[in-house]
Structure formats: C-alpha cells, structure tokens
C-alpha cells in the first residue's frame, strides 16, 4: 500500500508540474513550435480540460492563469487526499492485531 501511495504522489506531483509549466508558458509567451514546449503544452491542455472556462476573465493570460491554476490546485488537493488515505490504510493495516485463536 505504501507503494500505490507513492506512486499516486508521484503522479499528483507530475501532473501539477506540467500544468504549472504550461501556466509559465503561457504567460511568458515562450515559442510553441520548440518540440520540447510543445509537448509540455499539449500535456497541461489535455490534464486542464475539465477545467476550461470555469472563470470567466478577460485577458486571455488572465484566463489561463485562473483556470489551470485551479486544476493544479485541485490535482495537488485531491491526488494529495488520495495518498494520504492510502498511506494511513497501510499502516493501520501493519498495526492491526490478529485475534487469538480459541
């Protein structure tokens, strides 16, 4: 169980990054024709569908801003719960006693 927790904090972790670099590239306005921004884009628009246009702002940085800003958020709150839970059912499962046997 250990190890599906950290594996799930793992992806949380890898899932926010990429959502937070897209933020970056976004409002750096870095040159999405690069391969390697490209991909890094594309990845954080897929992870930030559910997302698109909860906020409406005007300003298209704004609005990306806002938006994955509050996937990352709720990537990192959720996956976070997630491996919490499992890390906590692991170790009440290590700690809990067998019943003596009559």
């Given at each position: ?17 990429l959502v937070v ?29 559910p997302f698109h ?50």
């Amino acid at each position: 169980m250990y190890s599906l927790a950290r594996l799930v904090r793992t992806a949380t972790t890898v899932a926010v990054v990429l959502v937070v670099a897209g933020i970056v590239i976004h409002l750096l306005g870095a040159n999405t024709s690069n391969g390697i921004v490209s991909a890094i884009n594309d990845a954080a628009k897929w992870l930030v569908q559910p997302f698109h246009n909860v906020f409406s702002i005007h300003g298209q940085k704004a609005k990306v801003a806002v938006n994955w800003g509050l996937a990352a958020v709720v990537y990192a709150v959720v996956g976070g719960f997630i491996a919490g839970a499992l890390a906590r059912s692991a170790a009440a499962g290590r700690f809990r006693r067998r019943a003596p046997a009559v």
